[in-house]
C-alpha cells in the first residue's frame, strides 16, 4: 500500500464538523451475534444499502480491534465497513486490525492472540468471495485515520487512547501510542501487558472515548472512558451513546478465547 503522510492522517482524524448524535461501540473481536443485539437495543435497524442505519439519523463508531478471537469476524468487519461506507458510521484501527492488515499484505508477523481465528475464518470463503474480501478489507483498515475528532473537537475516539497534545496531529510516536497505549514492561496475572494510565494525567476538555484494554466496567476517569468490556472473553458488549453519556451493553453469549492467549 502506498505510504501515508502525517499530514493526511492528520485530515483523516479531523472530523469535527460531523455532529452527533453517536453510539461508541467497544472492542467487537468478531462477535457479531452480540453486536447486532446491541445495535437492535439502540434503535438501528437493517439496511439493504448500509447493512444497519438508525432511523433517527445516529451514527455508529467503532474503537476498533473488530477481529481476532471471536467466531463470526468476516461478518462483524463486513457490517462495520458497509456503515463506513455507506457513512452512517466511523472507525479508528484497534492493534488487532492492524495485525490482520500486516499479514494479508504479506508482513512477518506473530500468528497468537486470536490471529489464528482471522486467517482460518477468511481463508473458510469461497475463492472469489475471499479475495474480495480480502481486497475490501485492505482499502477500509488501510484508508482509516489513528483516532477520530467529532462533535466539534467535544468528542475523541482512539482505540488506546490519546493525550490532548496528540489530538489531530499524527506521527509514529502517536501511531504507535493509539494503537497499543504504553507497556510498562510487566504483565498481569493473564500474561497481557501492564501498560501506563495516560488517562490518570489527562486534562484536556474533549472526552475521550477508547477501547483496548478490557475493563469489568466503564468508569468516568478525567473525561476519558474505556468502554472495551471483554465480550470475547465472556464479558459484554458495550456502547456508549453521545451526547447522552449512557451506557448500553449487551452480555456476550459464550466465552469466546481465554484472556493472555
Same mark, same amino acid.
Given at each position: 500500500?502506498?505510504?501515508?503522510?502525517?499530514? $493526511?492522517?492528520?485530515?483523516?482524524?479531523?472530523?469535527?464538523? $460531523? =455532529?452527533?448524535?453517536?453510539?461508541?461501540?467497544?472492542?467487537?473481536?468478531?462477535?457479531?451475534?452480540?453486536?447486532?443485539?446491541?445495535? *437492535?437495543?439502540?434503535?438501528?435497524?437493517?439496511? $439493504?444499502?448500509?447493512?444497519? =442505519?438508525?432511523?433517527?439519523?445516529?451514527?455508529?463508531?467503532?474503537?476498533?480491534?473488530?477481529?481476532?478471537?471471536?467466531?463470526?469476524?468476516?461478518?462483524?468487519?463486513?457490517?462495520?465497513?458497509?456503515?463506513?461506507?455507506? *457513512? +452512517?458510521?466511523?472507525?479508528?484501527?484497534?492493534?488487532?486490525?492492524?495485525?490482520?492488515?500486516?499479514? &494479508?499484505?504479506?508482513?512477518?508477523?506473530?500468528?497468537?492472540? *486470536?490471529?489464528?481465528?482471522?486467517?482460518?475464518?477468511?481463508?473458510?470463503?469461497?475463492?472469489? $468471495?475471499?479475495?474480495?474480501?480480502?481486497?475490501?478489507?485492505?482499502?477500509?483498515?488501510?484508508?482509516?485515520?489513528?483516532?477520530?475528532?467529532?462533535?466539534?473537537? +467535544?468528542?475523541?475516539?482512539?482505540?488506546? *487512547?490519546?493525550?490532548?497534545?496528540? +489530538?489531530?496531529?499524527?506521527?509514529?510516536?502517536? @501511531?504507535?501510542?493509539?494503537?497499543?497505549?504504553?507497556?510498562?514492561?510487566?504483565?498481569?496475572?493473564?500474561?497481557?501487558?501492564? @501498560?501506563?494510565?495516560?488517562?490518570?494525567?489527562?486534562?484536556?476538555?474533549?472526552?475521550?472515548?477508547?477501547?483496548?484494554?478490557?475493563?469489568?466496567?466503564?468508569?468516568? +476517569?478525567?473525561?476519558? &472512558?474505556?468502554?472495551?468490556?471483554?465480550?470475547?472473553?465472556?464479558? =459484554?458488549?458495550?456502547?456508549?451513546?453521545?451526547?447522552?453519556?449512557?451506557?448500553?451493553?449487551?452480555?456476550?453469549? =459464550?466465552?469466546?478465547?481465554?484472556?493472555?492467549?
Amino acid at each position: 500500500m502506498t505510504p501515508v503522510s502525517p499530514e $493526511e492522517m492528520a485530515a483523516r482524524a479531523d472530523r469535527r464538523a $460531523e =455532529r452527533g448524535p453517536f453510539d461508541i461501540v467497544g472492542d467487537v473481536h468478531g462477535c457479531y451475534d452480540e453486536l447486532t443485539e446491541l445495535l *437492535g437495543l439502540l434503535g438501528y435497524q437493517p439496511d $439493504e444499502v448500509s447493512a444497519m =442505519r438508525h432511523p433517527d439519523g445516529r451514527r455508529l463508531v467503532f474503537v476498533g480491534d473488530l477481529v481476532d478471537r471471536g467466531p463470526k469476524i468476516v461478518a462483524a468487519v463486513t457490517l462495520a465497513r458497509r456503515m463506513v461506507e455507506a *457513512g +452512517q458510521a466511523f472507525c479508528v484501527p484497534g492493534n488487532h486490525d492492524n495485525k490482520l492488515l500486516r499479514y &494479508l499484505l504479506g508482513h512477518h508477523v506473530q500468528i497468537k492472540h *486470536g490471529l489464528a481465528e482471522s486467517i482460518a475464518q477468511t481463508e473458510a470463503l469461497p475463492e472469489g $468471495e475471499r479475495a474480495d474480501w480480502i481486497a475490501a478489507y485492505e482499502r477500509f483498515i488501510g484508508g482509516l485515520g489513528t483516532h477520530l475528532l467529532l462533535d466539534g473537537g +467535544q468528542l475523541v475516539v482512539a482505540h488506546a *487512547g490519546i493525550r490532548e497534545t496528540d +489530538q489531530g496531529r499524527d506521527s509514529p510516536r502517536i @501511531r504507535a501510542f493509539t494503537l497499543y497505549g504504553i507497556p510498562t514492561g510487566e504483565h498481569d496475572e493473564n500474561g497481557l501487558p501492564i @501498560r501506563v494510565n495516560w488517562a490518570a494525567d489527562y486534562t484536556g476538555p474533549a472526552a475521550v472515548v477508547y477501547g483496548h484494554t478490557p475493563v469489568a466496567e466503564p468508569v468516568w +476517569q478525567n473525561n476519558t &472512558l474505556n468502554i472495551d468490556t471483554g465480550c470475547t472473553f465472556g464479558g =459484554r458488549l458495550t456502547a456508549l451513546r453521545w451526547p447522552e453519556r449512557e451506557l448500553v451493553s449487551v452480555p456476550a453469549r =459464550r466465552v469466546y478465547a481465554v484472556r493472555g492467549k
